[in-house]
């Protein structure tokens, strides 16, 4: 289980980095073993850096994140090589993952160097062409090619069946699917799941909707770095609860609408919306003054959180 307790991520920014701008807001959650849990939110709310603090790419500010009882910010030297063995991720720009200048086949090679030197040459090939058969690619397609010859769906799967060779426990997903096309999309689906049911677990980060309720059992959505509502996928979608989340649903476009019949979203813009209180506030249309306090999180039937001070109404 890989655990989030109170983290916090502020960056520093500004010529002299004077500035810090909260990107995460005492965040917390669980990815229980062989789940899917998706983080959802807009743009900018904090969800590559949460992914990123999960891979050690950057520090933790405040909080901890532990995966089975293992405070991940402390990890050094062989116990972190050892993580990563178990803990690895995919993100939205697979072209950005690679190193153009390297063939395909080199990037396993790393693999092999620096955390299987004893297997031989033959088996090393033999378990690279098994995990790309099991990314759903030909290994004739994909090897002792370069990343640009190779299509966005392709070299996504290739991360996949990376992945899969280092045997891992946990991935962090980072907007792997947005653009893909939707044949392609369905493929990487259906690999995500076959990977769930060998007790992968995944942090599945996506702004849509539709695919964070298709394909996790838990759900997180966050608005500028603070938890809105959390908990067990459907009765989020079924009951949403903070008006945030009321307000992305209403919002996701319907194949049986058209753009001048969908319902217009109320918002509005108000003082109230700060980092201290309730984040949401500035846009929200039931704010009121209670919400320049940061509202607690409250579970409002068991697996369902929301942080609001109009949850009792809604
Ligand atoms: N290295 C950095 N230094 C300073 N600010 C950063 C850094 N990385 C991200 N940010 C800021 O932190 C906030 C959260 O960024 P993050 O990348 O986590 O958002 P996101 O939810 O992944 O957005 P998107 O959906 O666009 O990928 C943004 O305001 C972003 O500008
Ligand atoms: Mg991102």
């Known amino acids: 289980m890989l655990k989030f307790e109170h983290v916090s991520k502020i960056y520093k920014t500004g010529t002299f980095g004077g500035k810090e701008l909260h990107a995460v807001n005492d965040v917390s959650f669980e990815i229980p073993d062989g789940e899917v849990v998706s983080l959802i939110g807009e743009s900018g709310s904090g969800k590559s850096t949460i992914g990123k603090?999960?891979?050690r790419l950057i520090g933790i500010t405040r909080g901890t994140i532990e995966l089975d009882?293992?405070?991940?910010g402390a990890l050094k030297g062989s116990e972190l090589k050892e993580y990563y063995r178990k803990v690895q991720g995919v993100f939205q720009d697979p072209f950005s993952s690679y190193n153009p200048i390297f063939k395909a086949d080199r990037i396993?090679?790393?693999?092999?160097?620096?955390?299987?030197?004893q297997v031989?040459?033959?088996?090393?090939t033999e378990k690279v062409e098994t995990a790309l058969k099991d990314g759903g690619l030909n290994p004739e397609h994909v090897l002792h090619k370069y990343p640009h010859q190779l299509s966005g769906g392709q070299l996504q799967r290739f991360l996949i069946a990376r992945a899969l060779l280092l045997d891992i426990k946990f991935l962090v997903a980072d907007e792997i699917i947005s653009m893909l096309d939707a044949s392609t999309r369905i493929d990487v689906l259906n690999?995500?799941?076959d990977l769930k049911t060998r007790g992968l677990s995944i942090l599945f980060i996506t702004h849509d909707l539709s695919l964070a309720n298709y394909i996790s059992e838990q759900a997180v959505i966050l608005y500028r770095g603070c938890v809105a509502e959390r908990g067990i996928t459907e009765k989020i979608f079924n009951r949403p609860l903070h008006p945030y989340t009321?307000?992305?649903?209403?919002?996701?476009?319907?194949?049986?609408?058209k753009w001048d019949t969908e319902i217009s979203v109320e918002t509005k813009a108000t003082p109230l919306g700060a980092l201290n209180g309730c984040v949401y506030a500035g846009r929200c249309p039931l704010a009121f003054e209670k919400c320049k306090q940061r509202p607690p999180e409250v579970?409002?039937?068991?697996?369902?959180?929301?942080?609001?001070?109009k949850v009792e109404e809604i």
């Open 53 to 55: 603090m999960i891979l």
């Open 191 to 193: 690999l995500l799941a």
């Open 69 to 72: 009882g293992v405070n991940v």
């Open 299 to 309: 579970e409002v039937e068991p697996g369902h959180f929301v942080a609001c001070w």
């Open 246 to 257: 009321r307000m992305l649903i209403a919002s996701v476009p319907r194949l049986d609408r």
């Open 108 to 117: 396993f090679q790393v693999i092999h160097d620096e955390f299987y030197p």
């Open 120 to 124: 031989s040459a033959a088996a090393w």
